[in-house]
């Protein structure tokens, strides 16, 4: 069965860059969430989408945005990184918001 | 707002034992109810959920939870270890209401030894 598929994987990036991850939801799968996963830390919710606009907000930085697509595909653009960046990256779908998350492998993003 | 608390950081079994991990809920509305696995550099895989129903849910790899309302608790156990058990384990509560999202528990890692 197809899953979430993220990318990419791994990303190293200096501080003071940009980074942009991508999250392609299980087909048919309607609703976009992303999380924040640093070091031996339980995940974190940023943000989430559902039909392409924006359904809840939690602990995203000002320097973060995100956005669904009309494929439902979604991208997290993160500027001005910094060391506490990084972190693992994990984009889950669901259907119309039911509450049952499938997850991606997740992308960690690393900031020198 | 819905919180998760799971007791103990990190939790060690022989192999062969009784595997309990506890999760105790917080929540406004009723909860629907997760164990996520995740093994090391990997992503989170679902091991069970409560939403309605049946309080004993069963899961994959032998794993089961019994949602108690009366001790918000969603405890996960497996009558016997393994060693390929061995991982990060995560309870989570769905928001619910209007509350579209998913708040994890600070997880638990399970160790065992042969």
């Known amino acids: 069965a197809a899953g979430v598929i993220q990318s990419p994987r791994h990303l190293i990036k200096e501080k003071r860059e940009t980074a942009t991850l991508k999250c392609y939801p299980i087909p048919r799968h309607d609703t976009v969430y992303w999380y924040q996963q640093g070091p031996g830390q339980d995940p974190q919710f940023l943000i989430s989408?559902?039909?392409?606009?924006?359904?809840d907000k939690g602990s995203i930085p000002d320097r973060f945005s995100a956005q669904q697509f009309s494929d439902y595909h979604s991208e997290l653009n993160m500027s001005s990184l910094e060391l506490g960046d990084s972190a693992l990256y994990f984009c889950?779908?669901?259907?119309?918001?039911?509450?049952?998350?499938?997850f991606g492998e997740g992308s960690r993003l690393t900031v020198l | 707002a819905q919180s998760v608390t799971q007791l103990g950081s990190h939790v060690s079994v022989s192999e062969g034992a009784l595997v309990l991990l506890r999760c105790n809920y917080s929540s406004s509305v009723p909860p629907y109810l997760f164990w996520y696995v995740q093994y090391p550099n990997q992503g989170l895989q679902l091991l069970l959920k409560y939403t309605t129903g049946a309080t004993l849910v069963k899961g994959i790899n032998g794993f089961e939870a019994e949602f108690k309302k009366s001790e918000t608790s969603f405890h996960l156990t497996k009558p016997s270890a393994h060693m390929s058990d061995a991982a990060e384990y995560f309870c989570?509560?769905?928001?619910?209401?209007?509350?579209?999202?998913?708040?994890f528990g600070k997880g638990t890692l399970l160790t065992v030894n042969p």
């Open positions: 989570a509560v769905w928001g619910g209401g209007s509350n579209y999202k998913l708040t």
């Open positions: 989408f559902y039909e392409k606009m924006q359904s």
């Open positions: 889950a779908s669901s259907l119309e918001r039911s509450g049952e998350l499938f």
